[in-house]
Structures are given as C-alpha cells and as structure tokens.
C-alpha cells in the first residue's frame, strides 16, 4: 500500500474511531491571560541556551484509541527535554472532531505553561474546520504564540525571534512558513508550493533584520510542513551533499519549485530548514551550504509509520555560538543523532568551509 492509499484508509477509519476514557482536559481561554502568559520574543536563559523541541505529524484523532501512543509521546517528549519552545511542523488532527482533536494534542504545552506555535500541514483543514478556523481554535489555547499574518497565503505564517540574555540583542530569527495543502495549479498534480506572496513576505522581514543588525544577516531557521522541491534535490544527489539519519521514503515534495530555497539563498540567513511530512524520513542533510532538516515522527498508527518508537526532534541554541546542536529524542528516552552543525558534517564528510 502507498503512502496516499494508507492515508486515505486511515482517514475513514479514523472519522468513525472508537472512543477511550482517558481523554486529555481541555485548556480554554477563559482561565488564562494569553497576551501576559506567552511571548513571541524569546531570550537565551542564564546559561546561555535555548531548546525547541519539534513535533510533528501526531495525526491525532480524539476518542481514536490509535491515537493513544502520539498524546503518550507528546507528554514523555516535554518531561524528558523541557524546551523553552515547541514547534509543531504541521498534520496535527487527522479526523473528525477537528476543534476536540487540536485541543487535545496540544494540551500537554498548555498544561506545562510551555509556549508553542504550529505550522499547518496538508490534512489539518480537511475535516469539519476550515484552515482559518483551525487558526483561531489554536490561538485559543493557553501558550499558544501564532500570529496572523494578513495579505499573504495560508494561516500558520508566523515570526519568532530569539535575543541575547545579556545586550538583549536579536541573536536568531525563526520563520514559520505555511506550506498551504494541494497544487492549486492546473495540470499539476500533488503537493502545493509557498507562495510568491509568502516568499515576498519573508525576503521584506528579513531584509529588515539585516538592516538592523549594520547590514549583516541574523542566523535564522524556517519551519513548514511540506518538504521544498529542492528537499527532493539534496536527498537524491549523492554526490553534491552529505547525509545523517534515515531516508525511509521518497520525499513527497511539491511538483514545483516555489523559488522559496533561492530567496534564502540571496537573503544569506537560513541556516536550516524544518520540515515534516515524510513519516520514514528522520535525516539531515548538508546541500549548497544549508541544512534540510526532516523532524522524527511524532505520531500514532492512525497512519503509516515505520520509524518506531516515534519521538521528536530537539534543536538546542548556544548564544555566542556559530551554529546548533540537534538529536532526535525517541519515546523510551534514548537518544539518536545527537550531532552539533556544522561541525560533526565537515568532520564525517571533509566538508570545507
């Protein structure tokens, strides 16, 4: 079976799913402060770090036994690494109630006062909310930090920034992209692309960071759903980059290239790329000097998944620091991939600088 016959199996299935009792409470608005209790500009603590842990593809469906093991994941995930920021890179829901799925998903942030923000994915607005009202419901719940950002496509278009503990200075920009669903183009089939608006957006704000800091590029990652067409590129080119971790599958990229990878490339500030999607693929892989980084599945058997135990991926920042430190956290608590960029590639692959 393919990857979109599982998918679309999974869907009917997960619609009609049974329910089991131990539901996660809900957190709503009416008790907390939103405005006062999160934060979308973030600093370096004392020590100087700073942790994101990603999640990504829980599918999660509530009253969905099958779903059981992503909620467990999510919960052993934030009591092992207790990140400063999470970062959910899209596919949260995977069935009817869509509000009471996200709700619960996202509770154990909520629950632990942790700040998180998403990116959508392709299935989050295919059930009985629209993208837009998947937006609200998200910025409802307690630690949430999505802004809305008008004019441009999608809804989970968002920026993070991350400041020195000592000057208070912006030391990183992190931008969350939304990779929107399916090719709105006729005679293209498949995944969509980020927009041309989306792309403007992003090489505007940037240009602003860098006027800032006397013309100089901040260090910035970008989180989305949707693996670019050039992810495809780096994966099949043996040659020309260098790959860690597992490549389970094929990269389900869109069938164009939106022009997204050039603007970083021109605007000289990302320095990774976060993406999901591909539930058999965990690796990283180095091409033309920037990072296509795949997220460790974080979901449950309401879709197909090799890669067990699921977990996530933890990114961790060091101010003063060129460069991250990044491992895979799997449920049970071992570690994988535990690999500081650039320096474990240039030393494994004689990468120069």
Known sequence: MDRRDFLKGSTVAGITGLIFPHATAVPTMTTINKEKESSRDFFFNK????????????HYIAGDPRSVRALDNV???????????VIHTGDIVFGKPAEQSVREILAPMAERKIPFAVTFGNHDEEYDRTRAQMLDIVRSIPYNINTKIDGIHGESNAILTLSSHKSGK??????????????????IKGYDHIRFDQIAWYRKESEKFTRSNEGKPIPSFAFFHIPLLEHKRALQDDFYSETWGTKGELVASANVSSGLFTSMKEMDDIEAIFVGHDHDNDCATLWNRLFFVFGRFSGCDTVYNDLKPNGARVIELTEGEKGFHSWIRLY????????????????????KE
């Open 47 to 58: 020590e100087g770090k700073f942790k994101i842990l990603q999640l990504t593809d829980t």
């Open 75 to 85: 919960n052993q995930m934030l009591d092992l690494e207790k990140p400063d920021l």
């Open 170 to 187: 912006i030391c990183r920009v992190f931008y969350l992209f939304d990779s929107n669903a399916y090719s709105q183009i006729d005679g």
């Open 332 to 351: 049970g608590g071992e570690i994988i991939q535990d690999l500081h960029y650039p320096d474990d590639f240039m030393k494994r692959f004689g990468v």
